[in-house]
């Protein structure tokens, strides 16, 4: 639906989120969040990955089209398919999950499934992931994870809204992080360097 890309776009309007949007890419014309960037304006494509090619086409096409347009950062979001990974993007692919990885997730696992998958659990919370994207869906690095209870009168509905709210937050908050240069790969794990302190004032 394109409502985290609007959340990027409303908070750097609003100087509360660091960067640019510089280009919008789906994997089939459906997406909602075409027609979003259409409106603001901003470069956007569909690069199916079912358009069939020789081994590697796709991989060449979406890693062309990032390359010129200067990306930096790539926020997966509502992108059902595995992103091909290369030495040349680690540490610079980022996706948001909607639950507490290594719990809830893996191939199969989006939208309300991930929620009744919650619920049916039995746990007592869910929350949001955010994490560098390797070459396996919903696994690799965990840059930060952000907690909602799960209640005795949830619906997959009701706790998608209230882990949504957090995703709002902690996608951004990832991002800035990036930004400032305060996340360091050390293994298979993230470590966020403090921040310089502020200089005093003359």
């Known amino acids: 639906s394109g409502r985290t890309l609007q959340n990027f776009l409303d908070r750097i309007v609003a100087a509360a989120m660091p960067g640019r949007v510089v280009d919008v890419i789906a994997s089939h014309s459906r997406s909602f969040g075409l027609e979003r960037a259409r ?14 090619g020789p ?17 930096d950062l790539v926020l997966l979001s509502g992108y059902l398919v595995r992103f091909p990974m290369s030495p040349e993007w680690a540490g610079r692919v980022m996706n948001i999950h909607p639950a507490l990885l290594p719990g809830v ?21 869910s929350g949001c992931t955010v994490h560098f994207v390797d ?9 930060l994870q952000r ?17 949504f709210a ?25 470590v966020i360097v403090p921040a310089p302190p502020l200089e005093p004032e003359t």
Request: cysteine-free.
């Open 55 to 71: 081994p590697g086409a796709f991989r060449e096409r979406l890693h062309g089209r990032l390359r010129d347009q200067g990306v």
């Open 147 to 163: 907690r909602v209870p799960v209640r005795p009168d949830d619906t997959p509905e009701s706790l998608a809204a209230r882990v």
């Open 166 to 190: 957090e995703e709002l937050e902690a996608y951004p908050e990832a991002v800035r992080l990036f930004a400032e240069g305060r996340l360091r790969l050390v293994g298979d794990r993230v």
């Open 105 to 125: 997730g893996g191939r199969g696992f989006y939208g309300l499934r991930v929620h009744e998958a919650v619920l049916a659990s039995g746990a007592a919370e």
């Open 39 to 52: 409106r603001a304006g901003l470069p956007h494509a569909v690069i199916d990955p079912r358009a069939g």
């Open 135 to 143: 070459d396996h869906y919903d696994h690799g690095p965990i840059i």
